[in-house]
T-cell receptor
């Protein structure tokens, strides 16, 4: 079966750095997305990786290792508004999007 | 403005009373999808459509119907709603030709079945 694993919940301090990991086992791979979702709201796009390596976008970076089936989202200079759930999603060989259950990130002052 | 529009945003109804949640997108996307989201379970796909008149079951299709008569619209139908369908529902769309482009989501429909 297809599976995406993320930690359920993480806590970090305002101004710090946090890394949210995602491991996947899917039938094929055509890209990986990270989304941010605030409670009760729609997910919003953060990043896309299809090749190995690091993609940087402001305070957020995303890394991919296809050989390890592994990605992480790195959030720097954390702000209170970064408190949200972070969803990892993989495009499989049928171009279907497989979703992880999400990681709830709690930021403390 | 590119968007996915869902209606209604909130609905409280009773068991057995048929309801439809509409979804419309203005980006000429081929792919449309319905998800439900429950606490601790993440997004679960109900149905999806890769083009007009083409629909397929997702992971949790029981109790739901969809149709795709036009490219822009993808309504979700609950013929006989039950309390276990109380959830937060999202419609999403994306281009099949540009897989690097993310899915665009509607604002969500919070459905309560009493």
């Amino acid at each position: 079966g297809q599976n995406i694993d993320q930690p359920t919940e993480m806590t970090a301090t305002e101004g710090a750095i946090v890394q949210i990991n995602c491991t996947y086992q899917t039938s094929g791979f055509n890209g990986l997305f990270w989304y941010q979702q605030h409670a009760g709201e729609a997910p919003t796009f953060l990043s896309y990786n299809v090749l190995d390596g690091l993609e940087e976008k402001g305070r957020f970076s995303s890394f991919l290792s296809r050989s390890k089936g592994y990605s992480y989202l790195l959030l720097k200079e954390l702000q209170m508004k970064d408190s949200a759930s972070y969803l990892c999603a993989v495009i499989d060989s049928n171009y279907q999007l497989i979703w992880g259950a999400g990681t709830k990130l709690i930021i403390k002052p | 403005e590119a968007q996915v529009t869902q209606n209604p945003r909130y609905l409280i109804t009773v068991t057995g009373k048929k309801l439809t949640v509409t979804c419309s997108q203005n980006m000429n996307h081929e792919y449309m999808s319905w998800y439900r989201q429950d606490p601790g379970l993440g997004l679960r796909q109900i149905y999806y459509s890769m083009n007009v008149e083409v629909t397929d079951k997702g992971d949790v299709p029981e109790g739901y119907k969809v149709s795709r008569k036009e490219k822009r619209n993808f309504p979700l139908i609950l013929e006989s709603p039950s309390p276990n369908q109380t959830s937060l529902y999202f419609c999403a769309s994306s281009s099949l030709r540009e897989t690097s482009q993310p899915q665009h989501f509607g604002d969500g429909t919070r459905l309560s079945i009493l």
